[in-house]
C-alpha cells in the first residue's frame, strides 16, 4: 500500500467513521477518510449526521449537574471526618 | 493509573495543605455524579456512589499525586466502588455484543434516510429524547459513552479507567451510540416523523 496515498472506498471509510469523528485514526488514515469524505455526497451525508449526533450526545449530558442537596450531602459526610471548608459551599 | 505509590515530599507537602482537597476535589463533584449516574441506574444508587467516592477519596488524599488528574483519580475510585457494590447486591452485569466500528450506525441511518427520519435531529425535541435514550442505556455501555462523548476521555484513557481492553472500549462505545440513535429513530416515527417509501436519496451502505 502507498503510505502517502492511501484511497479509500466508501465501505472503508465508513467503517473508521467513528474513529474519524473521535479523533483516534493515525494522521494518515485520517487524510484518507477526509479525502473520501471531501468527494463523496453519501458519505459526507453520514457523517455530518454522525457528527451532530455526538455533539448533541455530548451538550445533553454535560448539562447533568449534581443537586445542590447532594453537594450539602458529601460536605456533611467530610465534615464528619474532620474537613473544613474553606472557599465556601454550593 | 495507579496513584497510591510512594508518598514523595511533593506529596507530602501538597497533601499538608489542609484545603488542597477542597480545591481540586470538591469542583470535580458534578462530573463524579455524572459518571457516577451512567454507572449506577438508579438516582439513589448514583448519590450514594457519589458520597462513596468523596469519602474514600477524602481518607487517601494523601495518596493522590500533586499535578495527577484529579478528575480521573475520582472516577478510577467511583469506579472501584460501584463495582464493589455491585458485588455486594449480586447483580449481573448485561453482556451484549458490540460494535466493532461503525457499519452498523451508518446502516442504520442509510434506513433513517430512506424512511425519512433521518432529519430528526433538528424537528424533534432532541434534548428531552436523548435523555430518555440514555436513561434506557444499560451498562456497561452508558459508563463508555459518557467518558468519552461528555468527558472527552480517549479510548485508551477510557480503557485504563474502566480495567477493560481498548477493543472493548470500543465496541461497548459505537454499540451504546447505535442503541440511543435506534431509541431516537424509534422516537421519531412514534411522533410521526417520516413516512414509508420517502426516498432522499438513500446510500448504498447497506
Known sequence: ?90 | MEHSVDVTEANKVATSDPHSFEREALPCLDAVFRFARSLAHERADADDLVQETFLRAYRSWSTFLPGADCRRWLFTICHNAFLRSRERSQRRELHEQGDIDALPAVILHAHAIRDGTDALLTQIELVPALRGALEMLAEPFRSVVLLVDAEGYTYQEASELLSVPVGTVRSRLYRGRRFLQEILFAHARDVGLGCAGSHQGSTDHE
Open chain 1, 1 to 90: 500500500m502507498n503510505e502517502v496515498n492511501e484511497v479509500l472506498d466508501c465501505h472503508a471509510a465508513m467503517r473508521r467513521l467513528w474513529e474519524y469523528l473521535d479523533g483516534e485514526l493515525s494522521e494518515q488514515t485520517l487524510e484518507a477518510v477526509h479525502a473520501h469524505l471531501s468527494t463523496c455526497a453519501d458519505c459526507y451525508r453520514h457523517y455530518d449526521f454522525e457528527r451532530e449526533f455526538l455533539a448533541a450526545l455530548e451538550a445533553v449530558q454535560a448539562q447533568d449537574c449534581a443537586p445542590s442537596t447532594l453537594h450539602s450531602r458529601v460536605l456533611d459526610t467530610l465534615r464528619m471526618e474532620g474537613f473544613v471548608p474553606r472557599y465556601g459551599e454550593r
